[in-house]
């Protein structure tokens, strides 16, 4: 199976999209003129130079001849409004994975919120580690790169305490072109500052600890720690984004593990998650959700879901219902 996401060309483009969108400028373009894509005021936009043209934000609403159009409405995701000229499949397709975050964190950060994107590589029967939970890498190497993007396009990116510990993650952007983000760690009991040996998360300064009050005891040096009241003996994910908003983060990529992403998706606190899945079964091992008993499918939560394909992955976008 081919990989939809091979195609970088629109990638610098992107990357000019975020900086200008996090500066609030809008609405943005961006343009293809035969050399390559670049990312432009909508103002400066003069269709008929350029080959293909896509519009954010809402620009030249009901005017096809312009160019596509992608909005991001809250409750609905993302909608693509075909121009005149169509858009190339494998630039559609990298819209279609990235245009959404890029839109959800612009429309957070007006509203002074968090746009949070799960993300898990699990197999066939949903199973994300096995039984000894050793790290082992399920995904393949254009899902690497796909979340090296991620992490390039977002503020911060975090994982839970058990994946700091295990895996020893860098969290970095080095498969790709683009910024870095903020590191954090969700860490209720504050446990990943107690490790037996140096993390990597910690050798760069920056990396920031969100812990209950008391839990952030010796941090290590240059380790940033954000204490909050815990309630029932866990951090509610409202309260984790509302302190992490006022402190200017307002996009994150989540990146597990299981008791991390299913805490926010119990809270209703995922705008996006995103489930690569590899082709093979393990039939043990752990689970990539681990949310209370319900007795009906009712209870459930449940998403619209887009598909695309990763080199004989597949990765799967998909969007609570429901969500404001
Ligand atoms: N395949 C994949 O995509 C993927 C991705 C990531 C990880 N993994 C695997 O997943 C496993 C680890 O996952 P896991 O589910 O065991 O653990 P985890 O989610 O990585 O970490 C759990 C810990 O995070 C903290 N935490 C999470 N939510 C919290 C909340 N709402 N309030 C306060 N603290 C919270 C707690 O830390 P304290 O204990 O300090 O309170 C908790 O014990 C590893 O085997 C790893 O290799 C797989």
């Known amino acids: 199976m081919e990989c939809e996401l091979a195609d970088d060309s629109v990638w610098p483009a992107l990357l000019q999209a975020r900086s200008r969108l996090r500066q609030g400028t809008s609405p943005i373009a961006l343009v ?18 350029a080959r293909q043209v896509v ?10 001849e312009r160019g596509a159009t992608l909005c991001w409405r809250a409750g609905d ?29 612009a429309a957070a950060r007006a509203a002074g919120r968090v746009f949070v994107v799960g993300h898990v590589t699990q197999t066939l029967d949903g199973r994300i580690a096995c039984q000894d939970r050793a790290p082992q890498w399920i995904g393949n190497a254009a899902d690497r790169r796909h979340a090296h993007r991620m992490r390039a396009l977002c503020d911060a990116v975090m994982v839970g305490a058990s994946t700091a510990l295990g895996d020893d ?22 446990s990943v500052l107690r490790a037996a040996r140096p993390l990597r998360l910690f050798a760069d300064h920056g990396c920031c600890v969100v812990t209950r009050v008391g839990g952030a005891v010796r941090p290590p040096a240059g380790v940033r720690c954000l204490e909050l009241e815990a309630v ?8 984790v984004l509302r302190a992490l908003a006022a402190g200017g983060t307002h ?3 989540l990146e597990g593990g299981a008791r991390t992403l299913s805490s926010f998706l119990a809270g209703n606190a995922l705008d996006l998650l995103q489930i690569h899945i590899a082709p093979v079964v393990l039939g043990s091992g752990l689970s990539s959700f681990e949310l209370p008993t319900i007795s009906s499918l009712a209870m459930a939560p449940s998403f619209t879901m887009q598909h695309t394909a990763l080199d004989g992955h597949v990765l799967l976008c998909c ?6």
Do not use: H, K
């Open 32 to 49: 293809e003129t035969g050399a390559g894509w670049r990312c432009a005021a909508a103002a400066e936009v003069v269709p008929g130079e």
């Open 55 to 64: 519009y954010f934000d809402g620009a030249g609403n009901g005017q096809p």
């Open 77 to 105: 995701g993302l909608e693509i409004r075909p121009g005149r000229q169509p858009l190339d499949a494998a630039t559609l397709c990298m819209l279609r994975v990235y245009a959404p975050v890029l839109l959800g964190a």
């Open 169 to 190: 993650p860098q969290l970095t952007v080095r498969e790709v072109s683009g910024p870095q983000p903020v590191r954090i760690v969700l860490s209720g009991s504050g």
């Open 232 to 239: 029932a003996g866990g951090l509610e994910p409202a309260a």
């Open 251 to 253: 996009s994150i990529y």
């Open 319 to 324: 969007r609570p219902v429901g969500r404001p």
